[in-house]
């Protein structure tokens, strides 16, 4: 079973490896809100990125994801795959789940 973590509407999915062609984030807030400001960032570690968007961390050590709003949650040292909960609204509409 894979290791998952979730905080609100992210998860976040240990994974074996890093895909290739990353490119780190300047900053190590994971996901912004859209309606509160609040955010979801990495303590320490990288926020990474595909040409796609889809969302990967690197962690060395052991830190937290924290939020405003969540409980903070620790994450060990590894790679993670990061997921936005969406919702479906009928058949063939969905969108992101807003935090």
């Known amino acids: 079973m894979s290791e998952m ?3 609100g509407d992210v998860l976040f ?3 074996a490896e890093l895909p290739e062609g990353l490119t780190q984030r300047k900053s190590q807030v994971i996901v912004e809100g859209e309606a509160t ?3 979801h960032s990495l303590v320490a ?3 990474l990125e595909d040409a796609q968007g889809y ?3 690197e962690v060395l050590q052991a830190t937290q994801v924290v939020h405003q709003e969540h409980h ?3 994450l060990e040292p590894g790679c993670y795959r990061v ?3 969406r919702e479906y609204l009928a ?3 969905d969108r992101m789940v807003l935090d």
Do not use: A, Y
């Open 45 to 47: 570690g990288r926020v």
């Open 72 to 74: 903070p949650i620790s």
């Open 83 to 85: 997921t936005r909960q």
């Open 5 to 7: 973590h979730r905080q």
């Open 13 to 15: 999915t240990r994974i």
């Open 37 to 39: 400001g609040h955010h």
């Open 55 to 57: 969302l990967f961390l």
């Open 91 to 93: 058949p063939d509409i």
